[in-house]
């Protein structure tokens, strides 16, 4: 893969979710450990056009693969089972291979946290994020942002939520609110008074705790916003 591929768009279809800016080896981890599906969608970052997970030369070695029959799988079947038993063998501690799994998982989950980055303008170009490559600005005037940002020194600071569409805010309620009930209450206004769905973009500053993240985007995921949403995005990038 060249150079200007080393960072993808991940379309996750069974939750709706895109991530940006997700570089190449990040994206065949996913599909290692069966987090991407064959019909889940990609393309290179910057462009407009999807391909399947299953249709990429890239990923496909990838991809779980079940084991054909082989020709002794009916002798084997077969045969009698032993029954005789054994002791198991005892292993000194230092033998013993460590899981790696959960090691993987966590930090997989910190890189994600670590590079999210805001892809809208106006206001949200006043919550700071992590420095993106090879981003590129929404051009879609509709596209709603929903801004965290954290108020206040050291351990004291608390989140600042506000709303913006497109690259300007469009009511003075929709800035410094203090709760993500406040913000939700502001998008479905807005949703209100529009017939279309639209896509959203969640920018957080890098300092917010990521369970702040994991729940606005839970809440998104429920009526009555679920239906009215056509796409969610969150920035991720390498830096």
Same mark, same amino acid.
């Given at each position: ?67 054909? @029959? ?15 038993? *054994? ?9 013993? @291979? ?55 020194e050291g351990d004291n600071r ?36 529009i017939s279309n769905r639209v ?26 916003? *679920? @239906? *009215? ?11």
């Open positions: 893969m060249t150079e200007k591929r080393r960072f993808l768009d991940v379309w996750i279809i069974e939750s709706n979710t895109v991530y940006r800016e997700v570089p190449f080896t990040v994206v065949a981890d996913w599909v290692q450990q069966g987090r991407l599906l064959e019909d889940d969608m990609l393309r290179p970052s910057g462009t407009a056009e999807w391909f399947r997970v299953g249709g990429s030369p890239d990923f496909t070695p990838y991809l779980p693969h079940s084991e054909p @029959d082989r020709v002794d799988d009916q002798a084997e079947a077969l045969e009698p089972v032993e029954l005789e038993f *054994r002791w198991k063998k005892h292993h000194d501690e230092e033998d013993d @291979d460590v899981d790696m799994i959960p090691l993987i998982d966590v930090s997989l989950v910190l890189l994600i946290f670590f590079m999210l980055t805001a892809s809208g303008v106006s206001i949200a170009a006043f919550t700071p994020t992590p420095p993106a490559e090879y981003g590129a600005l929404s051009s879609n005037p509709d596209e709603v942002q929903l801004n965290i940002n954290l108020e206040g608390k989140p600042v939520y506000s709303m913006s569409v497109g690259n300007k805010v469009l009511d003075e309620k929709d800035t410094n609110l203090r709760t993500t009930d406040e913000l939700l209450s502001r998008l479905k206004a807005h949703l209100d008074k896509e959203i973009t969640i920018n957080a500053h890098p300092d917010v705790k990521s369970g702040l993240v994991r729940d606005l985007t839970a809440k998104l995921e429920s009526e009555p916003f *679920r @239906d *009215r949403i056509l796409q969610k995005y969150v920035g991720v990038s390498e830096k």
